[in-house]
């Protein structure tokens, strides 16, 4: 379980011009003992569990899972906008965008920005999408596959059904299906089920093979070197400002602790 290095359930989270002021309800939420309430399932605990777990008992109350649910869709696509390395260089509550987003979801990226743990966005949601649909009594059975309109996700639906009957687990649970494009699968499908998982799916094959035996290695030509759309040395400041940023941070854990 993770321990809460920076608690934002304080009154005030200011730092120069920043201010944020949780509400009262989420203050005495994060201060109470909410990870060891009762779960609709157990999941191994850790860091993206926790805030799943707190997002899960902020929605609770009014059963608002739907709509954290759409605040995590909104996030993933304003992140595809923001700059690099925004997860440590921007407020969350400044980012426009963010402003719409439910109270408890704003807290919650707020706290694990303040822990340096944005980048675990997508785990958060996976979890807490495993709690609502275990709230719910909905079993989601992953389908990967090369096209949405690929023939074999007919076969792959079957596969999870015999899986889902199977599983004394999900008695009663219904059978909801998420089909997912990977285009490194060439033919065939793949499938998880709450962990279970049949794999028929084919990746691409090397069209030739190539002996080292057959390489000339004192005649390789140069690389041919990219221009990107960025000035030149660019990617390399942008580069060395992440790392010295990471280095402060260590001198400041080394001096003050975490």
Not at 4 to 13: E, F, I, L, P, Q
Not at 16 to 34: C, I, Q, V, W
Not at 61 to 79: G, H, Q, T
Not at 151 to 177: I, M, P, R, W
Request: aromatic share 10%.
């Amino acid at each position: 379980m993770m321990f809460r290095r920076v608690a934002v359930a304080t009154a005030r989270v200011a730092c120069a011009a920043r201010m944020y002021t949780p509400s009262e309800d989420l203050k005495k939420l994060y201060g109470s003992n909410f990870e060891n309430a009762t779960f609709p399932l157990n999941i191994v605990p850790s860091d993206s569990t926790l805030f799943a777990k707190f997002l899960y008992k902020a929605a609770e109350p009014k059963s608002a899972f739907d709509a954290v649910l759409k605040d995590f869709d909104a996030i993933a696509a304003v992140s595809t906008k923001l700059p690099v390395f925004w997860e440590r260089n921007a407020d969350v509550e400044n980012i426009a965008e963010f402003k719409a987003l439910a109270p408890a979801t704003v807290f919650t990226l707020i706290w694990m920005q303040n822990n340096g743990m944005l980048e675990l966005i997508p785990a958060v949601r996976e979890s807490f999408e495993t709690y609502v649909n275990a709230q719910k009594k909905k079993a989601v059975a992953k389908i990967y596959v090369n096209d949405l309109k690929d023939a074999s996700v007919a076969e792959a639906k079957k596969v999870a059904q015999d899986l889902h009957k199977g599983n004394s687990d999900l008695n009663g649970y219904t059978l909801e299906f998420k089909i997912i494009v990977d285009k490194e699968i060439v033919s065939g499908f793949a499938v998880d089920l709450v962990g279970q998982y049949v794999n028929q799916a084919k990746g691409a094959e090397a069209s030739a093979k190539i002996s080292g035996d057959d390489v000339d290695f004192t005649n390789i030509p140069a690389p041919k070197i990219s221009k990107t759309i960025w000035e030149d040395n660019v990617e390399t400041e942008v580069l060395r400002k992440y790392i010295d940023q990471l280095a402060q941070y260590d001198a400041e854990e080394a001096k003050n602790g975490v």
